[in-house]
């Protein structure tokens, strides 16, 4: 599968997405290394910080089916520029995917990828805490 065919499941995915309170649309589509996907879409609580990311969405359903490696994520929001994972969700990608690839997607279906170590260098990881 291509990043095309990867944003368009993620477009598909923020379709389901529930911003009741932002009305900020996300989408996320993860891909395994056996090139199976996980979507997910951000989810809103009214206890605000109980939101949860689209990205942090499809990692934790992936990782809940046992699945442990990963090639890439693509993220799409409503949004003219390419939309930008959260420090959240960076932290997440970092630990549980590695350095994938991060596809931003924009509201043109226009794609940029960026490594997950370009999105949050010198990232705090397991080795810190041995
Ligand atoms: N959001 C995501 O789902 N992913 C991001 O990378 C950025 C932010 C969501 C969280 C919240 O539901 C809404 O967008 C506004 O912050």
Redesign the pocket.
């Known amino acids: 599968m291509n990043y095309k065919s990867l944003a368009a499941k993620a477009v598909e995915a923020k379709s389901k997405a529930l911003?009741t309170y932002?009305n900020?649309h996300?989408g996320a589509a993860l891909i395994t290394k056996d090139d199976k996907i996980y979507t997910g879409c951000?989810i809103?609580s009214s206890s605000y910080s109980l939101?949860i990311?689209?990205?942090r969405t499809a990692i934790f359903k992936a990782i809940s089916e046992g699945e442990r490696k990963f090639k890439a994520i693509a993220?799409v929001?409503d949004t003219e520029g390419f939309?930008?994972?959260?420090g959240a969700?960076r932290q997440v990608i970092s630990d549980l995917c590695g350095d994938i690839d991060v596809v931003l997607v924009n509201s043109k279906n226009e794609t940029k990828v960026m490594k997950t170590s370009e999105l949050l260098p010198f990232a705090f990881s397991d080795k810190d805490l041995k």
């Open positions: 911003p932002s900020f996300v951000n809103e939101t990311c689209a990205e993220v929001g939309i930008s994972p959260c969700c």
